[in-house]
């Protein structure tokens, strides 16, 4: 959670502690925040910093001394307006607020702590874990937020953002890891340095993992969950909160299925591979910026470069393509997409080869604008492949667009750095019904790319529909929303409420229904209705 923290005043914090509960695809991330005021005076100090844009926070409190505040939720302006209250009358006061902008950033202001006094903020937040191109679910505690680029006609509007080296952030953080899954973990892997994976149970399908004394959060801290057997289905049941009246949202259990589709064979190989794929290369001054804070890393900008190089190598003879670049302006190679042959790919690896992050601020709204503008190519889907280190601050908008041509387009996006925003990568492939990938170094770089690829070349899966087949008297209500992208053999999550009694050997069933290339499919997860006792 937490953490390259950006002041606007002295800075009081001292030390943070992050718990992560994992049980399957789903993760739990507490952070505790410590400050003192080591001042003479009441001090206030605000706090800028990342949060995964699709996180849900779910608890936010303060203890000071003996005195505990939960926080409720109230409307942004009151909010701000009873903070400034409290304030004024010297009362101690917390406000945590969301980005108007994008919603991976938020911001903390702790007010009116007095001399000598100590303060103890936790937040708690939920969210999915990706998977990998090599199965493995990601955790990426950022050390790392960007200062994000306005525009001109912006400039003003959103949170100032000023960073600080890693190496002078003036406070310790301690990491601990619980892992659980109805599959064996497998292994835990970190860009960090962990102390040994404990088991818990001879099953291995609960462990524990750290990270190891002495780490500096000078990187993002990264961690890679592997459970045997990765791509089969699984349900877990969770039992409704005790405190909680049955037949409310707290009081029924709910289920989690993790799906794996498979599509049949036979219509796999009738598909052609074919499409128009546009490139979008972000050559904005920030791409200049290292990909991580290590020594001796290679540029942003170089590592999209050669992201790019190896999607475009990869490309299928006879497809179209075209390259667009931009910062404050943009630039293409063809004024059309053209069709993929070695002359044209000759002409456009030299070009890209070329490309410097020389164009300035990040505007990606017109680009795309200009894409979606242009004619489709018939019987060629379009892909659009978008590689970026996310420094925008109406990624909002940037979204809503994508969403608005999703029916024509399919994008995919890659963010490029640490740092990059998972709120504008994740949501640019979430709304444009592709796949988002993370590149902070040249170790993981080609299974990602071929991944998204392999997605790229499927066929959109149509009319997709979720049945289920439950014991008499047991009904579901559905939680999450309507699946709208399929891939060959990647997750798919699904989250519904379950009422009424069962036996505890019962059994549900859930089918998932489609149609891929005009032929319909479906695949089956049956799964015991026995709940787990709620983890909180």
Not at 254 to 266: D, K, R
Not at 280 to 298: K, V, Y
Not at 352 to 379: F, R
Not at 505 to 522: D, F, I, M, N, R
């Amino acid at each position: 959670m937490v953490v390259f923290l950006f002041v606007f005043r002295t800075v009081p914090l001292k030390s943070i502690e992050v718990q992560l509960e994992v049980r399957d695809h789903v993760a739990t991330v507490v952070s505790t925040l410590n400050y003192e005021n080591k001042e003479d005076k009441p001090l206030e100090a605000v706090f800028v910093f990342p949060l995964p844009g699709d996180a849900a926070v779910c608890h936010f409190s303060a203890t000071i001394g003996q005195t505990q505040i939960v926080a409720e939720v109230k409307e942004k302006q009151q909010a701000r307006e009873e903070y400034d209250d409290a304030l004024s009358s010297g009362q101690q006061a917390f406000l945590l607020e969301e980005s108007e902008q994008s919603p991976d950033i938020f911001s903390l202001s702790v007010g009116s702590l007095p001399p000598g006094e100590s303060a103890s903020i936790r937040l708690e937040y939920v969210i999915e874990l990706a998977v990998q191109a090599d199965d493995g679910l990601r955790f990426c505690l950022p050390a790392v937020l960007n200062p994000r680029y306005e525009p001109q006609e912006r400039v003003g509007s959103g949170v100032q953002v000023t960073s600080v080296p890693a190496s002078l952030v003036p406070y310790s953080l301690s990491f601990s890891a619980r892992v659980s899954s109805p599959r064996p973990v497998s292994k835990v892997e970190s860009s960090c340095s962990l102390d040994p994976l404990q088991y818990l149970n001879t099953e291995q399908t609960q462990a524990t993992v750290k990270l190891a004394a002495g780490h500096k959060f000078d990187r993002d801290v990264e961690l890679l969950i592997y459970y045997k057997d990765a791509h089969q289905p699984t349900a877990v049941v969770e039992a409704g909160q005790a405190s909680a009246k049955p037949g409310t949202l707290m009081g029924d259990p709910v289920v989690m299925l993790s799906l794996y589709p498979e599509f049949p064979q036979s219509v796999m190989s009738s598909v052609a591979s074919c499409g128009e794929f546009v490139l979008l290369l972000d050559r904005s001054g920030s791409m200049d910026c290292l990909t991580n804070d290590s020594e001796g890393q290679e540029t942003r900008i170089s590592s999209a470069r050669d992201t790019l190089l190896l999607l475009l190598k990869s490309l299928p003879m006879g497809c179209y393509f075209n390259i667009y670049s931009f910062g404050d302006s943009y630039e293409h190679i063809f004024p059309k997409s053209v069709e993929y042959s070695e002359k044209t790919l000759e002409e456009a690896l030299k070009k890209v080869e070329e490309m410097q992050a020389d164009l300035g601020g990040t505007e990606i709204l017109e680009p795309l604008k200009h894409i979606y503008s242009q004619p489709c190519i018939p019987n060629q889907p379009r892909q659009l492949f978008v590689f970026t280190d996310g420094e925008v601050c109406n990624t909002k908008e940037v979204i809503n667009l994508v969403k608005k041509n999703s029916g024509s387009h399919r994008c995919f996006s890659f963010g490029i750095g640490e740092g990059s925003s998972s709120a504008l990568i994740n949501g640019l492939a979430k709304e444009g019904g592709g796949h988002a990938q993370f590149i902070t170094g040249t170790d993981r770089m080609q299974p990602k790319v071929m991944q998204s690829l392999r997605f790229a070349l499927q066929p959109a899966v149509e009319d997709i529909s979720v049945t289920w087949d439950l014991p008499k008297g047991v009904s579901v209500t559905a939680l999450s929303p309507p699946i709208t992208t399929l891939f060959q053999g990647q997750r798919s999550l699904i989250y519904a409420q379950l009422t009424g009694q069962s036996s505890d050997a019962a059994e549900g069933c859930v089918t998932v229904k489609y149609s891929l290339a005009g032929h319909p499919s479906q695949n089956q997860l049956h799964f015991s209705l026995k709940p787990e006792e709620d983890t909180g």
